[in-house]
């Protein structure tokens, strides 16, 4: 009897043990990934970078093609930051609370049912780099999220400027919309209106979202309405 439950345990520790060296072994290799794709960076350092800066010099390091990639790494260290933030809101009670973050949660809901039905109906489809850039823009909707916290300003006010650029976004929303055809248009236009209706939406997020809608729907071979606001 001894001797087979030694022969069980062997059996169980030899189909055990390759699950329970494998993970660590790909964890260690993610993170020899991210690293890499840092550039040999902090996230901070590659933060005080634009966006479209950081691309470039993605490019010039590992070649062309590499834009998605190269935003994906940039997102990565923009959930670090929020994290960062998250938890440091939450060390000092300072942060959402319970009703706070479910409400978000719905919004962010509500963003990625509009974002699927845009890049369902836009025509051409969005390559890589613009799916990545879409997923960029979620990742900002997290973080001013936290970042008003920090701010303590539940309702900031648009610039003039802004104020300014708000009317013309707008406007070009509605103009994207009507090259659609009309039950795409219609569509796409509800559910634009579940994220701005029914959440409680500052009017600096809601000039945010507009230009992400236009982001999404504007054609490749235009100039874009506004650059990518990270």
Known sequence: MKNIAVILALLLFACVSPAQTKTPQKTASAAASDRADRLGMTCAQILQISSVDWVAKFAEKNGPDTAARAITAYGKCY????????????????????KARTDFLEFETAVKAFTTKAIADVQPSPDATKLAYASLYEKQFRYDFYRSYQEKDPNPQLTPD?????????????????????DQSHEVHEAFGDIVGPHPVTLP??????????????????????????
Do not use: C, S
Request: hydrophobic share 40%; net charge positive.
């Open 79 to 98: 959930d670090a930051r929020t994290d960062g933030l998250a938890a440091t809101l939450a060390k000092k009670g300072a942060g959402p609370q319970k």
């Open 162 to 182: 802004e104020n300014d650029q708000f009317g013309k976004a707008k406007n070009r929303f509605g103009e994207l919309l009507g090259l659609l055809p009309e």
């Open 205 to 230: 997020m809601k000039l945010v979202l507009y230009r992400y809608a236009i982001f999404l729907l504007e054609p490749p071979t235009e100039k874009p309405f506004a650059p990518p606001p990270f």
